[in-house]
């Protein structure tokens, strides 16, 4: 039996792989990351990676996972080295990643993550725990103080499961003890993440103690950031044909793009890694880099998502090949999109536009358009909607972005263009298909959905954005997502 990647076996990779060019065992805690999926591994945890292979060994991660143990359970017998496999059309290159230096299961071992939390060492707690972590209503940003994890920890401070329960819980904690705060990093895909974040985690603190959200607003950091990455769920095609070329067993390897963008505000409480040098940029602001991303790269993804797979194409790449889609895609992004966003000067969005659509035809990725279209009533406010509204208020037309809200609806129908069922993965799943229940017409559909509070109260009173959603989900109804989109061609 091939033998395990680990600290024991680096010294046996080919020559081909990448390895870390530090002593790891010099590594300390720097950082604590919440949400150690797949994307963090992809990309924060690669940029750290180069920072320690230049010789900075004080930013190792500690890596948290609020719920499942399943990665920890992949890395820890790995001693939290990954394989991570940079794929195009041009081929593979492989890089074995050591920033991960310790893996905890906050339900299994909470005392472990709240040290961590409070160990003087950390300097940045970063997150990347998807939209649905942040227990915020999309619709307006604020704390949804009505969330089962929210009103848990408000109940019980000291043993807090959501996020912003531990942020809040250590802040208080390091501000006992003395200790200087930690900036919060936040890496999900939220508009000014950083500060909505901050929003969220100050409310939770003012209700339990105002003293405590007064020092959160002086002391603590919370930078607005930009992340970019194609990072596919692993498949079992990949831990074996990862593992052959290691020559070792990789347990949960990491397949992306070659390419990968992090835009961050420089501003931070307690110091930072030189991650400029690994190719982060800094600015003062990233909020226009932010919508560029939400509007250009997510919205059309999750509009690619939803159509590509009631049109029955499993994968991105095969979506794009299919009648319509490439064009649709442009003209969301570049007659639809662009314009509602702010000028960045010397930045091309158009190239930037086409640069996207290259990189959903990447042919050796193959993300699945289901992985994409889960959650989406996390991510439609921010990724389609607030275009929508933005070209409402400019009086100008959103047939592309409508079609994507209406792709959506046909999608947590719940049954296929065939009859069968569709995993509809979203935090409001049961009530969506409780209010669904035994309604077929579009009408009817799109009447119901617009009630969620997701929508607002100023979409769901706007006759044309009805109107256009409406007709939209009868035609996909009607004629199916191949047909609608193929007269985009």
Not at 338 to 343: N, Q, S
Request: proline share 6%; charged share 20%; with cysteine.
């Amino acid at each position: 039996m091939t033998a395990r990647l680990d600290n024991r076996t680096l010294h046996t990779l080919p020559g081909t792989v990448a390895r870390p060019a530090y002593d790891r065992a010099a590594v300390t805690p720097g950082i604590v990351h919440l949400g150690v999926g797949a994307f963090h591994r992809a990309h924060q945890a690669a940029y750290v990676e180069a920072v320690l292979n230049g010789g900075d060994t004080g930013w190792g991660i500690v890596g948290v996972s609020l719920r499942s143990p399943d990665t920890r359970d992949a890395l820890a017998p790995q001693d939290g080295l990954y394989a991570l496999s940079v794929r195009d059309a041009g081929g593979e290159t492989l890089q074995v990643v050591g920033a991960i230096t310790r893996l905890l299961v906050a339900p299994e071992e909470p005392a472990a993550v709240q040290d961590a939390l409070a160990d003087p060492r950390t300097r940045i707690v970063s997150l990347t725990i998807t939209e649905k972590g942040y227990c915020h209503r999309p619709a307006s940003g604020e704390l949804d103080e009505e969330n089962a994890d929210i009103l848990h920890d408000l109940a019980h401070p000291d043993s807090p499961r959501s996020a912003i329960g531990y942020l809040v819980h250590a802040i208080r904690r390091r501000r006992q003890a003395g200790l200087a705060p930690f900036t919060v990093l936040s890496c999900d895909n939220l508009p000014n993440n950083g500060a909505t974040l901050a929003r969220v985690v100050r409310r939770f603190a003012e209700l339990q103690d105002a003293e405590l959200a007064r020092y959160i607003d002086g002391a603590v950091a919370f930078p607005s950031t930009m992340v970019d990455r194609i990072v596919p769920a692993t498949t079992d095609g990949d831990r074996a044909a990862v593992s052959e070329r290691l020559g070792l067993q990789d347990a949960w390897p990491i397949a992306t793009e070659p390419f990968t963008q992090w835009v961050v505000e420089d501003r931070f409480a307690n110091g930072r890694p030189a991650l400029e040098t690994a190719g982060v940029t800094f600015v003062e602001d990233v909020e226009p880099f932010e919508l560029m991303k939400l509007r250009l790269l997510n919205g059309s993804h999750s509009t690619l998502a939803y159509l590509g797979y009631l049109a029955g194409h499993q994968t991105v790449d095969a979506a794009m090949a299919a009648p319509g889609f490439e064009p649709l895609l442009k003209g969301l992004m570049e007659e639809e999109a662009a314009p509602t966003l702010p000028a960045l000067p010397g930045f091309d969005l158009t190239a930037y536009a086409g640069e996207l659509r290259q990189r959903f035809r990447n042919p050796a990725l193959k993300h699945r358009t289901w992985q994409i279209a889960m959650d989406g009533t996390q991510k439609i406010p921010q990724r389609l909607l607030n275009t929508i509204r933005a070209r409402i208020a400019a009086g100008a037309a959103y047939d592309r972005l409508a079609l994507g809200v209406a792709a959506w609806m046909r999608y947590v129908m719940g049954r296929d263009e065939a009859g069968q069922p569709i995993d509809v993965r979203d935090p409001l799943a049961e009530e969506i298909a409780r209010r669904l229940d035994g309604l077929a017409s579009a009408d009817e559909v799109a009447q119901v959905l617009l009630g969620l509070g997701i929508f607002g109260e100023d979409l769901p009173a706007d006759p044309n954005f009805v109107q256009t959603v409406t007709a939209h989900l009868a035609r996909l109804l009607d004629t199916g997502a191949g047909a609608v989109v193929a007269r985009y061609a």
